[in-house]
């Protein structure tokens, strides 16, 4: 899955990095290259955190989405993280589509560049959130392991 950052440098510290998609969510590094790899493991942590408390991986937008979050000189990028660790246990199940809604499916995904299972997987729980199907009550909540912040909204630097 692949997540929007936005990483930003101020003269007198290092690179700060923000994923505007999962509020909370901060890295650094004194270079570039070591920021936007960092990033990628506040990424992970912040994905473990969730799953633990039971929660859903949130759906990631394009850096479009986001860049009202972007300072001026800031940079934005994309960090890819297999998210598949933190899905929990997979089962495969076999199901039927037409042609030619599954050669749109296909194309979508690769659009997205995700896979036809990521794409069903994505819709499917865009659908049931939207709908407002019943949440799956069964999980155990577990605590977590780590301190997050609760949600906030970023500010824009001027």
Do not use: W
């Amino acid at each position: 899955m692949l997540f929007p950052i936005f990483i930003f440098k101020d003269k007198s510290s290092d690179f700060g990095v923000i994923v505007p998609s999962l509020p909370g969510c901060y890295s650094a590094g004194k270079t570039l290259d070591e920021a936007i790899e960092n990033s990628r493991e506040a990424i992970e942590l912040h994905l473990e955190g969730l799953v633990e408390d039971g929660q859903e991986i949130p759906e990631q937008g394009k850096i479009d989405d986001y860049k009202k979050y972007l300072k001026e000189g800031g940079i934005a990028a994309l960090v890819e993280v297999d998210t598949s660790a933190f899905a929990g246990q997979s089962e495969r199940v076999n199901v039927t589509f037409p042609k030619r809604l599954l050669a749109r499916i296909d194309k979508a995904s690769e659009k997205l560049g995700t896979t036809r299972s990521g794409l069903l997987q994505s819709a499917a729980k865009r659908y049931l959130s939207e709908s407002g199907a019943p949440k799956d009550t069964k999980r155990p909540k577990k605590a977590a392991r780590s301190v997050r912040e609760p949600k906030t909204e970023y500010t824009r630097h001027k």
